[in-house]
């Protein structure tokens, strides 16, 4: 008997985990992506549109094109509401029936979690104020800047070190980075804490070569227009900053009995089941789960495959489902096309660490994205293969 796999959300999660199961499944089984947009971006490219003039369009992706002739349906209708009683996804233009469901969301945003913070910061998150964001970043040349994501759980600490790194790069380009006083602020007591001891000593040396100052476990209130605010009493005054706000689910997920109080779903990380499920039917991979962890795109291609596997495995009643051991790979830009590549297996008790700095990692990153878009994201493994 046939089955109806509906995947919700057409970004990194989402496409991994519909290519997955179109590989492992039969044709007779229907597999579908409901997206509340027709198009995705690899923001991980962000940094190159930010400082390399990298045209967005280049790496924005048209869902309804990429999925044509590819036995994967794709519908642009934002979703609503779950009844998880009905197996049944309610979106706006229609409803749809499952017998399983992997969910795939993203995130919101919280701005009114950090008053200012849409008002008067800057956004590397949202493609739609990614213009904006590189006309003031190529236009600043002198005071303070602070980038960073110290206002609570935002559990994605790579963006705004990218932006702090090249727009040190420029600034030394320029002749002007005397002019300027560049600042790093977390509310975790390390840089890059899923790295493990040795990528924060590695960090803190890296920041401190390249006269950074770094503001660790420090939490971040609200800001006004040349100022912020942080819990401790203490104020520091800025002439620009960018920060990444809170992470919250997103409002359709609201009445769905599958999330915790920040609206996440909490799932069983052996094979991505939502805890909540009440037929046991219901996935959730990527930045939309509520366990403990970074929130990445290489962990979302993770937890995708081990979704489909298992899934896969349900229905064929036969096959192999990897284990789920999260670790830490990175490649951040650094500015002149260079990179920072950091692996380990600090997560998982693993002793596996590599962190290397230079062109070969900032190639690879490039290559990873162009393999993406000519594959309509039908990557297989390759996110494990970077800087092998």
């Known amino acids: 008997m046939s089955k109806t796999i509906l995947i919700i959300g057409g970004s990194f999660g989402g496409i991994k985990a519909a290519w997955s199961l179109r590989h492992l499944l039969d044709v007779k089984h229907r597999i579908m992506i409901v997206s509340d947009k027709p198009r995705t971006t690899f923001r991980a490219s962000f940094p190159r549109v930010l400082f390399e003039n990298l045209d967005p369009e280049k790496i924005t992706m048209d869902l309804p094109d990429n999925f044509k002739d590819t036995d ?216 939309c789960i509520g366990n403990p962890g970074p929130k990445q795109g290489h962990l979302a291609f993770m937890q995708a495959t081990v979704a489909a596997e298992h899934i896969a495995w349900r229905i064929n009643q036969t096959g192999i489902v990897r284990m789920y051991l999260p670790e830490f790979r990175c490649v951040m830009d650094q500015g002149g096309g260079i990179g920072l590549y950091t692996y380990s297996q600090y997560m998982s008790e693993g002793d596996g660490l590599k962190i290397e700095l230079g062109e070969e990692p900032y190639k690879s990153k490039i290559r990873f994205e162009e393999i993406f878009m000519e594959k309509k994201g039908d990557i297989g493994d390759l996110h494990h293969q970077m800087m092998k």
Request: net charge negative; with cysteine.
């Open 72 to 287: 994967i349906e794709f519908v642009c209708d934002p979703m609503t509401a779950i009844n998880q009683d009905d197996n049944e996804v309610i979106c706006e233009n229609n409803s749809y029936q499952f017998d399983y469901l992997i969910l795939a969301t993203g995130v919101r945003h919280a701005y009114e979690l950090l008053p200012g913070s849409r008002e008067f910061g800057l956004s590397v998150c949202d493609p739609a104020r990614i213009i904006e964001t590189r006309e003031a970043l190529l236009n600043f040349e002198k005071g303070e800047f602070f980038a960073g994501i110290g206002a609570g759980y935002t559990p994605c600490d790579g963006p705004p070190m990218e932006v702090i790194m090249n727009l040190d790069h420029l600034l030394r380009e320029k002749g002007m980075r005397d002019k300027t006083n560049l600042h790093y602020i977390s509310d975790k007591k390390h840089l890059l804490p899923p790295g493990g001891p040795k990528v924060w000593k590695y960090l803190d040396d890296h920041f401190k070569k390249r006269e950074i100052n770094v503001h660790l476990d420090v939490l971040l209130l609200k800001l006004d227009k040349n100022r912020l605010y942080f819990k401790d009493g203490k104020t520091m005054p800025y002439d620009m900053c960018l920060l990444v706000p809170p992470y919250r689910g997103i409002p359709a997920m609201k009445n769905s009995d599958l999330i915790d109080e920040r609206g996440f779903v909490p799932v069983h990380m052996k094979n991505m089941l939502a805890k909540e499920s009440k037929h046991g039917n219901i996935y959730a991979v990527g930045d």
